[in-house]
Each structure stands twice: as structure tokens, then as C-alpha cells.
Antibody, heavy 115, light 107 residues
Framework: EVQLVESGGGLVQPGRSMKLSCTASGFTFNNHDMAWVCQAPKKGLEWVAT????????YYRDSVKGRFTISRDNAKNTLYLQMDSLRSEDTATYYC????????WGQGVMVTVSS | DIQMTQSPSVLSASVGDRVTLNCKASQNINKYLNWYQQKLGEAPKLLIY???NLQTGIPSRFSGSGSGTDYTLTISSLQPEDVATYFCFHHNNWPLTFGSGTKLEIK
């Protein structure tokens, strides 16, 4: 059974950093691109970033370029999202999902950026 | 960036109705269009990928169609458990974008 489990969310002050993790199981992690998608409270879904199966390629939405870094450790079956210079508008639930088709999703982790 | 516009934003229908949800892209997305269902408090679930391919385990009452810029999700016979918000999503090129969603309610 495919499982994606996010961790690392919580309350953080504007301008500070936070790192999310997503541990995968039930499939061959290093065969799949992976992605992060976020959802602000009572809002729609927004793609955040994607990383290729081997970590060699990364893609970001414009609003997070230069602030967020997606990475992976295939030996640990883990996906990461390093979020720096956080802003109030980054407040959202962050989902880890398996690319290309976003066919499996984690349960999500809430990130609240507030002073 | 490609904009995805969904209509209607809210749809109310009766159990057993045939329901159609629409998604329009601001440019040709070459059928790289997925549909997701999100129930309250849950993560999204993939229903349809690449316009008309039913994801494993999804009931056959769900179907997708379209081409170019215009795409449709159809539920052939609405069930109570279909109450949810439905999002379309394109993966034709970067940046990937979702539609704003259609909230489906039961009358």
C-alpha cells in the first residue's frame, strides 16, 4: 500500500524558516518524481514544486522561487521542502504527492506563518 | 502561465442525476488534464488522468472528456458520497496549475 506521511509543520514567525519532510513507503521511491502542493485555508490547490526521480531537476512556482527548496534522499525514501523567508501568505496545508499524475497524496501538514 | 477556469463554482443536483463539471484552459493543454475529488477535511484523490483515463479503484460512473482547451468531468448517476469539491489540473508545461474548484452538493 502506497503511503506518504508528512511531518514538520507548525507555527512559525514571518521571515523565519521551516523544513517539511515526507516519508514514502509502498512503492519504489527512486523511480518517481515527487511534488509538494499547498492549500490555503478554505482555498484551492496550488502546485508548489516538483523534483525529478533522481533529484537532478527541480521546478518551482514563481512565488516560492529563491525561498523554497525541494530535495530528496532516495536512500531514506524521504522528500523535503525547505521553506525560508516565510510570509503570511505561505500559510497553508502542504501535501506531498507522487508525480507525474499526483496519484497518491499524504494527509497534509499545516504551516501557519504568524507573529 | 496557463489559467484553468472551472464552472460552475457550485453545483446542486439530486441523487441519480447526470452531472457535468467544466474546465477551460487559457491555452491548449494537449489533453494533459487530471480531475481530483476532495472531500471535507481530506486530501485530494485522483479520479481521472490525461483527460479520460479512470484511476484504479474509481467508480465507473465517473468519466472525463475533452481536448484542446475544454474539458469535462461527468458523473453519470450522482451518489450521496460524491459530495465534494472537484478540481481540474493541467500538467502540460510549467507552472502546473489547478482550477479553482467546483463544489458539488446534493439537493
Amino acid at each position: 500500500e502506497v503511503q506518504l506521511v508528512e511531518s514538520g509543520g507548525g507555527l512559525v514567525q514571518p521571515g523565519r524558516s521551516m523544513k517539511l519532510s515526507c516519508t514514502a513507503s509502498g512503492f519504489t521511491f527512486n523511480n518517481h518524481d515527487m511534488a509538494w502542493v499547498c492549500q490555503a485555508p478554505k482555498k484551492g490547490l496550488e502546485w508548489v514544486a516538483t523534483i525529478s526521480y533522481d533529484g537532478s531537476d527541480t521546478y518551482y512556482r514563481d512565488s516560492v522561487k529563491g525561498r523554497f527548496t525541494i530535495s530528496r534522499d532516495n536512500a531514506k525514501n524521504t522528500l523535503y521542502l525547505q521553506m525560508d523567508s516565510l510570509r503570511s501568505e505561505d500559510t497553508a496545508t502542504y501535501y506531498c504527492t507522487r508525480a507525474l499524475w499526483f496519484d497518491y497524496w499524504g494527509q497534509g501538514v499545516m504551516v501557519t506563518v504568524s507573529s | 502561465d496557463i489559467q484553468m477556469t472551472q464552472s460552475p463554482s457550485v453545483l446542486s443536483a439530486s441523487v441519480g442525476d447526470r452531472v457535468t463539471l467544466n474546465c477551460k484552459a487559457s491555452q491548449n493543454i494537449n489533453k494533459y488534464l487530471n480531475w481530483y475529488q476532495q472531500k471535507l477535511g481530506e486530501a485530494p484523490k485522483l479520479l481521472i488522468y490525461n483527460t479520460n483515463n479512470l484511476q484504479t479503484g474509481i467508480p465507473s460512473r465517473f468519466s472525463g472528456s475533452g481536448s484542446g482547451t475544454d474539458y469535462t468531468l461527468t458523473i453519470s448517476s450522482l451518489q450521496p458520497e460524491d459530495v465534494a469539491t472537484y478540481f481540474c489540473f493541467h500538467h502540460n508545461n510549467w507552472p502546473l496549475t489547478f482550477g479553482s474548484g467546483t463544489k458539488l452538493e446534493i439537493k
